[in-house]
T-cell receptor, first 111, second 114 residues
Framework: SQQGEEDPQALSIQEGENATMNCSYKTSINNLQWYRQNSGRGLVHLILIRSNEREKHSGRLRVTLDTSKKSSSLLITASRAADTASYFCANYSGGYQKVTFGIGTKLQVIP | NAGVTQTPKFQVLKTGQSMTLQCAQDMNHEYMSWYRQDPGMGLRLIHYSVGAGITDQGEVPNGYNVSRSTTEDFPLRLLSAAPSQTSVYFC?????????????FGSGTRLTVV
């Protein structure tokens, strides 16, 4: 399977704390993406990090990529209750034609 | 722009029935995909299309058919529904082949097969 694996599968933190979630693939990583899914909704694209980049920032999000370890991490700083959602990583394969998703990390931010 | 529109939002089918899940996008995106989401299994790719007239199988294509006669529409057909197809189905689209853009997702269709 090309599916990614996220770690941890569930995470509960207090508002204001930082949240870190990790993603790894068995296949090579090509332009990895992170998505957020609020309960009962579709996924929303957060950030894409190219395979030749090591770190990328967007607002309170920081993404790192280690292609040698086939892994990525998403850090959400100063978390808010509104960040409560599931977070998925996604990897391109098949010459950028297919996108395979991880199983997700469920984040709960307690006010 | 409406983005990606999926209909219906909810559907209950009896085993053996067939139906079509509709997906339409108004962003002139070349790439469209169908995923199913099951608890603990993330999203799994069913079928995808890289342009009108071109479709290919994903990870779990059995029991599903697709066609792409226009850029805008990418319907997913369940040929003979089975309880194992109970899931939430998402359609997604993106622009280019370069792999530098993320997907825009629809809001999903929650399907129950009894």
């Amino acid at each position: 399977s090309q599916q990614g694996e996220e770690d941890p599968q569930a995470l509960s933190i207090q508002e204001g704390e930082n949240a870190t979630m990790n993603c790894s693939y068995k296949t090579s990583i090509n332009n990895l993406q992170w998505y957020r899914q609020n309960s009962g909704r579709g996924l929303v694209h957060l950030i894409l990090i190219r395979s030749n980049e090591r770190e990328k920032h967007s607002g309170r999000l920081r993404v790192t990529l280690d292609t040698s370890k086939k892994s990525s991490s998403l850090l959400i700083t100063a978390s808010r209750a509104a960040d409560t959602a599931s977070y998925f990583c996604a990897n391109y394969s098949g010459g950028y034609q297919k996108v395979t998703f991880g199983i997700g990390t469920k984040l709960q931010v307690i006010p | 722009n409406a983005g990606v529109t999926q209909t219906p939002k909810f559907q209950v089918l009896k085993t053996g029935q067939s139906m079509t899940l509709q997906c339409a996008q108004d962003m002139n995106h070349e790439y469209m995909s169908w995923y199913r989401q099951d608890p603990g299994m993330g999203l799994r790719l069913i079928h995808y299309s890289v342009g009108a007239g071109i479709t290919d199988q994903g990870e779990v294509p059995n029991g599903y058919n697709v066609s792409r006669s226009t850029t805008e529409d990418f319907p997913l057909r369940l040929l003979s529904a089975a309880p194992s197809q109970t899931s939430v189905y998402f359609c997604a689209s993106r622009d280019h082949a370069t792999g530098t853009e993320g997907y825009t997702f629809g809001s999903g269709t929650r399907l129950t097969v009894v």
